[in-house]
């Protein structure tokens, strides 16, 4: 059974950086294309950056420079550093892989 749980997710001031992780139970985070997403309130989930089995990584125009996507083989997690927020980065924050999600968690930019 597969599982995704994500952590990290905190009230943070424009400007700031967060560390999100993303433990997976059940599946081998470095064969896997691991993904990050992520919906705000009123909006449609969206795209934030992946990760795929041979390390290629891309990310969605809004976070490039800013997010950065890894993983950790032995920790069987998958990070995303995030720095320099902005307000328009508030948002539930999911990690997926294939059909399956984790519960999310909430970022907060505000000052």
């Known amino acids: 059974q597969v599982q995704l749980v994500e952590s990290g997710g905190d009230l943070v001031q424009p400007g700031g950086s967060l560390r999100l992780s993303c433990a997976a139970s059940?599946?081998?985070?470095?064969?896997?294309?691991m993904a990050w997403f992520r919906q705000a309130p009123g909006k449609q989930r969206e795209f934030v950056a992946q990760i795929g089995a041979f390390g290629f990584t891309s990310y969605a125009d809004s976070v490039k420079g800013r997010f950065t996507i890894s993983r950790d083989n032995v920790k069987n997690t998958v990070t995303l550093q995030m720095n320099s927020l902005k307000p328009e980065d508030t948002a539930v924050y999911y990690c997926?892989?294939?059909?399956?999600w984790g519960q999310g968690t909430q970022v907060t930019v505000s000052s």
């Open positions: 997926n892989e294939d059909s399956f």
């Open positions: 059940g599946i081998f985070v470095g064969a896997r294309r």
